[in-house]
């Protein structure tokens, strides 16, 4: 069975909390270390299969967010940022992939990235 994504997650300092999900879209808000929203993100959430990396980690199939990697194409492709005041586009461009049925593509599903969930 698919370990699903958190709903809360820390990452580089920064909390991530699940506002809404559909199949495989969300959207979290994005706050500081003083709890204060300063964005939010919109992401389609990738299916991982099982892995070994070579220091001896190992992950069950599971579910991950999108990696912010310079080497990915995750962001601005299966992944979206808006800022603080952005609520209502990111809003709409989740409810835009919920609409269209949004899928990640399978040459965009990195199993090896390191990022949160995955």
């Known amino acids: 069975m698919m370990e699903t994504l958190a709903t809360q997650l820390i990452y580089q300092g920064r909390r991530l909390r699940q506002l809404k999900r ?3 879209v ?19 959430i990738k299916a991982l299969p099982v892995a070994t990396f ?6 069950p199939e599971r579910e991950g967010y999108p990696s912010s990697r310079k080497e990915s194409n ?6 979206w940022s808006y800022p603080a005041n952005g609520c ?31």
Do not use: C
């Open 26 to 44: 969300a959207i979290y808000d994005v706050r500081n270390r003083g709890n204060v929203v300063y964005g939010y993100e919109v992401i389609m």
């Open 88 to 118: 209502s586009k990111a809003l709409a461009q989740f409810n835009g992939l919920v609409k269209e049925g949004a899928r990640v593509p399978p040459s965009l599903d990195h199993s090896a990235d390191d990022e949160p969930g995955g």
């Open 74 to 79: 995750d962001w601005g492709t299966i992944a």
């Open 22 to 24: 559909d199949g495989m």
């Open 54 to 59: 070579p220091d001896g980690r190992s992950y």
